[in-house]
């Protein structure tokens, strides 16, 4: 690595604090997006679960809009003891759509002329950063808050100007190729939606369900409880098991989409670490339901253990490209959130999932489905590996690469 110059982050970029919305602006439904700090994930801005604010844009102070290819860090987050989700997250917000920033979120507007965005991006997202973030953060035990103020105060590393160019120019391609395989991700996803509704919309209604009723399904059709159809928590794993695992938590779990998958001895686990899935299972968060995390196990890997903080539904007598659109359906959705139980935070029962109307096809009717549906899912995980295998191709990049 040539010569690099350490500056503090305040003298190369602006941190732009955001604005601090009253409760009752907010509505989840229409609106201008507003980025908390639960949307700030690692490297990327995720709106599944967003509030938006009724008001026209202009009315506004620009300091507090997103835009395509702004950095973001969050404010708030947990202390060291909890690495994954600790303090000083950073992403690059990459919708079309212009959003508005929440207070406890920043916006880092850097000196074009001195420093490459994605160049800064990667810097920002190592481990060490935010650990030194996590130490000087104050709060209460279960939440550390920094400044930006504290944010300016991070020294940053800077080779000169041809360099970070070059290693931004590459991290930018694999942002770009990250990126649009997400966009075909989700026009393929849509289209399964589509066949989906195609085929079974009409006879989705909640009313419908709720009728006791089937005389208004097709002939050959019934309705069955979820239970009947599936098995659900099929296996677990045994206490005295030895040996090496690999783990998915609920953080790792996203709408559709696994992300990090963790190798580790088992008796390093930790101790939700009980589960154990195979190929076309799929798992259900049963924490923050609204979140919509949940997952299809697309290959058989030996000891593959998700969290008991997920229910694990295994396909028995109905085929998996089915069940997996059933349990991404609006009208499941919809069912989950109806019996969603308050606490500190909302949670599920696995009765719950076990209790879930599913209507089931004639024979037919389902095979024409998963004739069409097959080659679509496909392609969706291929898509899906891909970027698990461009993420780590990321990683190993900024690791060899930066100072």
Known sequence: MSKYKIVNLGDIAAVILGKKFISSEFNNKSGIPVIKVNNIQDNYVDLTDCDFVESPLGNINKRYQVYPGDLLISLSGSHINQPKSVVGKVAMYNDPETCLLNQRVAKIKPDEKLVNRFYLKAYLSQASIRQQLAFISKGASNQANISPKDVKKIQIKLPPFEVQQRIG????????????????????????????????????????????????????????????????????????????????DLSSVSKGKIGLITELDYKNAPAKAKLIVHKDDIIWSLIRPDREAYARIKENEKNLIVSNGFVTISPSIIPANYLYQFLRSKRFITYLNNKTLQSVVPYLTVKTFENAEIILPDEQTLNTFETLIDPINAIIFNLNQQNRLLYEAQKAFIKLSLP
């Open 169 to 248: 120019n590459t991290l930018e391609t694999i942002d770009q190729l990250l990126n649009n395989n997400s966009d075909r991700i989700a026009g393929y996803e849509a289209i399964a939606d589509h066949l989906f509704q195609h085929y079974f919309g009409p006879y989705q209604s909640p009313n419908q369900f709720n009728s006791g009723k089937n005389d208004y399904l097709p002939a050959g059709w019934r309705i069955s409880n979820l239970a009947n159809v599936a098995h659900i928590n099929k296996e677990r794993i045994g206490k005295n098991f030895v040996g090496v695992i690999k783990y998915i």
